[in-house]
């Protein structure tokens, strides 16, 4: 009923920059908050940005004046531009949107399939 794809990722050396989209599609009536998230190899998926509907953010602290969300509510889209990456930064990422349905009142939680970056030289 509803879809995420993200796209964009890749591979990139130190100090290089990608960015991210999510595009969400299906029988969607709004969409709140959507979010970043990244799962390396061995380790729990972590936040990595946040945004309201409104533009609001929040970012973790590692990725803090690196990394920039953004959203187009027109296209039901939102973007992560990554500057300055590290290998750290290598990851699988995730997008997440609480999206209202057609069929569902509520706002409910969907993910996408993933993309991976990966940093290194």
């Known amino acids: 009923q509803v879809q995420l794809v993200e796209s964009g990722g890749g591979s990139v050396q130190p100090g290089g920059s990608l960015r991210l989209s999510c595009a969400a599609s299906?029988?969607?009536?709004?969409?709140?908050?959507m979010g970043w998230y990244r799962q390396a190899p061995g380790k729990q998926r972590e936040l990595v940005a946040t945004?309201?509907?409104?533009?609001?953010?929040l970012y973790a602290d590692s990725v803090k004046g690196r990394f920039t969300i953004s959203r187009d509510n027109t296209k039901n889209t939102m973007y992560l531009q990554m500057d300055s990456l590290n290998p750290e930064d290598t990851a699988v990422y995730y997008c997440?949107?609480?999206?209202?349905?057609?069929?569902?009142?509520?706002?409910?939680?969907?993910w996408g399939q993933g993309t991976q970056v990966t940093v290194s030289e």
């Open positions: 945004i309201t509907r409104g533009g609001n953010t």
């Open positions: 997440n949107a609480a999206v209202q349905t057609r069929r569902l009142a509520t706002f409910t939680g969907f």
């Open positions: 299906g029988s969607i009536v709004n969409i709140g908050a």
